[in-house]
Structures are given as structure tokens and as C-alpha cells.
């Protein structure tokens, strides 16, 4: 039987969306079964921390199970590699922080290219560090210290959580902005190096706030600045770094990714459902206890905000010379 031409265009226009609409039915009625959210990092620390409360969360509203994953290894990126490389259905997604842009330049032979292969899906926070020294050293101020580091080239020792941790580039950041020489110690953590910090064995660390803050009121450390570009809450008296060495700025952050060409619908709906627990008053209660300010974005504010972090910490890694362990 032969058709009209017209009925056989609106057949064949009815035909081409089809897909397209199955797809937009599929996101809709999203989850239908658990999802994994791979930490790339051992249990405890506070990426694990926030993924187990957003996994709750998940799992209370969309009705499905959010399953939390560790598979630490390689600066997290054995696991970022993982969801990646998962197919692209919304059902594995992956924590990516600070360290997932530093990675990429840090290791010359990541089997991915995370801004191409990623899908940003949400922001969730940001954490402070503190320039935080021990009290045996005579500098109280920033400026005291860059005028005392380079009095003394390459005898101030500055501890780090490992090679190419957040809290090591922080360190080497500053070293290139206020033109100082010091001798970077890796840790195999931050604790480790917080625990050589308190005994002297080194003399500052760019250490996180929530990890340092007890020791900082105590008197046990002393926090010259932190390195948010504006002062935080829980040291209201401190100053920022930038204020002394304009422009500069490091923080730790925590985001959800997912592999590239996962709906956007469904990225749509994550990033919608993760904005709400951030406005939610529980939650922001639980991300402060972290030390963390909620850093609620779109997907493609988000992307940039990847972009951008990898472009400026691999000028500093450069610097630095850092090479993996």
C-alpha cells in the first residue's frame, strides 16, 4: 500500500523520536534499581564522611539504594578510572574532589582525560586549609614568615599528607607565589603529618581546618592565615593568605561525577536532589562539623570549576616538580 506523503513524513518524524523519548521516559523513572557511589579513598576520611550522607539522603528519596564503594589506590584514581569507564546509565558515579584535577597532571600515564571523560554532575563542598606552624617558630604573621623562610632557604621544613595531595600543592602553591624555598615532607596522610607538625619534626603545614582547628585552640598550633579567599567562620580573627600574597587561593572541594554521555536528564535530577540537601538545615549542619561550605552549582558551572582547577594546579605541580611515590 502506498502512503501519502504527508502521513508517511509524520510516521517517519513520529519514528526518529522515539528514541528520544524513550531515553526522557528512562531518566524519568530513574532509579529503578541501586545505584554504587565509588569513594576513591579508604573509609573514615571526610569524602567518605560526605558521600555516606548524601547516599542516605539519596536513598530516602529516590527509594533505591545508594550503595557507598571504596577502592582507594593511585591518588583515587583506580577508582575514578572504574566509573568512567561504567556504562553511562546513572548507576556508578564517583566522588571527585580536589585531587582528581591534580592527578592529571601528577601521573603521565592515566588511561582517561578526566575533562573529556567526565560527566559533572554536582559541587557539594568546600574546605579551608590553614597555614598553620609549630610554636617554636618566631613568625606570627604571613609576612613575618616569608621574611623568615627566606632568611632562611630550604631549612624550613613544610609537611604534606603525600606527593601531590591536595595539602602538599597548597603548600608548593604558596612557595611559588611568595617566592620562598622550603623543603617539602611527605606524609602518608594528614594525620601523620599533623603528629610530626605537634612534635617539631617539621615547621608548617597547610593543614586542613577541620583536622587542625582543635590544636589551633588549643595553643598547640598556631594558624598564620587560612586559604579560602575569605576568612572562615570557626577563625573569624585569622586573616587569608591572600591577603598578604594576592591572588592566592586553596581549598579542598567534594563533588559527584559520572561517566561521559550519562543523560541529562538524569544528571539534571541528581544535581536538583543534591542542591536540596545542601539548602537542607541537618545537612549543613553535618557538612560544618567537616569544616565544609556548602557549594551549590549547576552541572556546567561545575564542569568549569574542573577545568579551571586543572589548569591552575597543573602549573603548580610543574613548579613542584612532583612525581608520584
Request: aromatic share 6%.
Amino acid at each position: 500500500m502506498k502512503l501519502p506523503r504527508r502521513r508517511f513524513l509524520h510516521l517517519a518524524a513520529a519514528a526518529a523520536a522515539l528514541p528520544a523519548v524513550s531515553r526522557i521516559a528512562s531518566a524519568q523513572s530513574w532509579p529503578t534499581r541501586p545505584v554504587r557511589l565509588i569513594v576513591p579513598f579508604s573509609p573514615g576520611g571526610t569524602t567518605d564522611i560526605v558521600a555516606r550522607l548524601l547516599g542516605q539522603w539519596f536513598s530516602e528519596h529516590f527509594h533505591q539504594p545508594f550503595v557507598i564503594e571504596n577502592r582507594p589506590g593511585a591518588n583515587g584514581s583506580i577508582a575514578t578510572e572504574v566509573v568512567l569507564r561504567a556504562p553511562a546509565d546513572g548507576n556508578t558515579l564517583v566522588m571527585v574532589n580536589a585531587g582528581s584535577t591534580i592527578n592529571t597532571t601528577l601521573y603521565d600515564n592515566l588511561n582517561f582525560d578526566l575533562i573529556r571523560d567526565i560527566a559533572p554532575v554536582a559541587s557539594i563542598m568546600r574546605v579551608p586549609y590553614a597555614m598553620t606552624v609549630n610554636p617554636s617558630v618566631p613568625a606570627k604573621t604571613v609576612p613575618e614568615f616569608i621574611a623568615y623562610a627566606k632568611a632562611n632557604p630550604g631549612k624550613i621544613n613544610m609537611a604534606s599528607g603525600a606527593i601531590g595531595s591536595p595539602t602538599h600543592v597548597a603548600g608548593e602553591l604558596f612557595k611559588m607565589m611568595a617566592g620562598v624555598d622550603m623543603l617539602s615532607v611527605p606524609y602518608r596522610g594528614d594525620g601523620p603529618a599533623l603528629v610530626a607538625l605537634l612534635g617539631g619534626q617539621v615547621q608548617v603545614m597547610f593543614a586542613p581546618v577541620p583536622a587542625s582547628i582543635a590544636y589551633i585552640q588549643a595553643g598547640k598550633l598556631r594558624a598564620l592565615a587560612v586559604t579560602s579567599a575569605a576568612r572562615v567562620t570557626v577563625l573569624p580573627d585569622v586573616p587569608t593568605v591572600g591577603e598578604f600574597v594576592p591572588g592566592y587561593e586553596a581549598s579542598s572541594w567534594q563533588g559527584i561525577g559520572a561517566p561521559k554521555n550519562t543523560p541529562a536528564e538524569i544528571v539534571d535530577k541528581l544535581n536538583k536532589e543534591v542542591n536540596t540537601a545542601l539548602g537542607d538545615p541537618t545537612t549543613n549542619e553535618r557538612l560544618a562539623d567537616l569544616g565544609g561550605v556548602p557549594m551549590p552549582m549547576t552541572p556546567a558551572a561545575f564542569g568549569k570549576l574542573i577545568a579551571d582547577e586543572t589548569e591552575k594546579w597543573a602549573k603548580v605541580v610543574k613548579f613542584s616538580g612532583a612525581k608520584p611515590d
